[in-house]
């Protein structure tokens, strides 16, 4: 079974930028669309960023022109680069298969704050 293992999360200013990372196991990797999440505190996980195994990207409105979604199939790792951050962008990101979901990783922690 695919598991999956988020990393790259931490502490930073607005306006800065982070790199996160998801390693995936598994021979599917590179045949499946991956996607990012992300829960605020005290929302529920919503979908911030899709990539196809193909590479066509897809993003929620207010990530657009910021995020950046990349997947290096080869590695086994999709990528969300994350620039011009937001106080609001806080909470935990998850990566994980778009459309045939498997078990949630531990997630990583962004927090924007001043």
């Known amino acids: 079974q695919v598991q999956l293992v988020e990393s790259g999360g931490g502490l930073v200013q607005p306006g800065g930028s982070l790199r996160l990372s998801c390693a995936a196991s598994?021979?599917?990797?590179?045949?499946?669309?991956m996607g990012w999440y992300r829960q605020a505190p005290g929302k529920e996980r919503e979908l911030v960023a899709v990539i196809t195994s193909g590479g066509t990207t897809n993003y929620v409105d207010s990530v657009k022109g910021r995020f950046t979604i990349s997947r290096d199939n080869a590695k086994n790792t999709v990528y969300l680069q994350m620039n011009s951050l937001k106080p609001e962008d806080t909470g935990v990101y998850y990566c994980?298969?778009?459309?045939?979901?498997?078990?949630w990783g531990q997630g990583t922690q962004v927090t924007v704050s001043s």
């Open positions: 994980n298969l778009r459309f045939q979901p498997v078990p």
């Open positions: 598994g021979s599917i990797f590179s045949i499946v669309a």
